[in-house]
T-cell receptor, first 117, second 116 residues
């Protein structure tokens, strides 16, 4: 089945530093990937849609300069949290769909738990 | 307005009991998909089922079954003879044709605790 790999699974960083999270589709191509954020005991909120070869589309209220997204290939999207602050601590999870399968479900990575100290 | 509502925040059952997780959705689209995902404590999201708006046939997969009723805009999920390994947070989600099915609206999740 479709597999999405996300790395790292857990990261602790100091306030002010930047953190990069990778999302890879392992056995399918994805022109579009999605980045979600999940606060403790809450639902998933879509942050942005990553588009291969073009700019990401951000949801309302999400700072594009804060959360840099790059979708350099059909199998890789990266999310960089720039100048991280403690309030950025959260669970970030990416997802992708197999573009060859019409209306296929979203497949999720295992998520990245970011802790900013 | 919330597009997907999971009114049950948390449910606790004893092993072998049956449990139903409720999901009510709201959409103006005639073509849409409904999903259930499981999120165990480890955090990953596991796809369980997808149902399109034109298929109201109920589905059974082992101990899992789903009841889709367009008349009440509900897509409920039943686990029969629950097991401890079923303990997780379960999310219901909706995607619509107007977004090319790319945007998923998630409910707030129902945490299921299955006690031995």
């Amino acid at each position: 089945g479709a597999v999405v790999s996300q790395h790292p699974s857990r990261v602790i960083c100091k306030s002010g530093t930047s953190v990069k999270i990778e999302c890879r589709s392992l056995d399918f191509q994805a022109t579009t990937m999605f980045w979600y954020r999940q606060f403790p005991k809450q639902s998933l909120m879509l942050m942005a849609t990553s588009n291969e070869g073009s700019k990401a589309t951000y949801e309302q209220g999400v700072e594009k300069d804060k959360f840099l997204i790059n979708h350099a290939s059909l199998t890789l999207s990266t999310l960089t949290v720039t100048s991280a602050h403690p309030e950025d601590s959260s669970f970030y999870i990416c997802s992708a769909r197999d573009q060859k399968l019409q209306n296929s479900p979203l497949h999720f990575g295992n998520g990245t738990r970011l802790t900013v100290t | 307005a919330q597009k997907v509502t999971q009114a049950q925040t948390e449910i606790s059952v004893v092993e072998k009991e049956d449990v139903t997780l409720d999901c009510v959705y709201e959409t103006r689209d005639t073509t849409y998909y409904l999903f259930w995902y499981k999120q165990p404590p480890s955090g990953e999201l596991v796809f369980l089922i997808r149902r399109n708006s034109f298929d109201e046939q109920n589905e059974i997969s082992g101990r899992y079954s789903w009841n889709f009723q367009k008349s009440t805009s509900s897509f409920n999920f039943t686990i029969t003879a629950s097991q401890v390994v079923d303990s997780a947070v379960y999310f219901c989600a909706l995607s619509e044709a107007k977004d090319n099915f790319n945007k998923f609206y998630f409910g707030s999740g129902t945490k299921l605790n299955v006690k031995p």
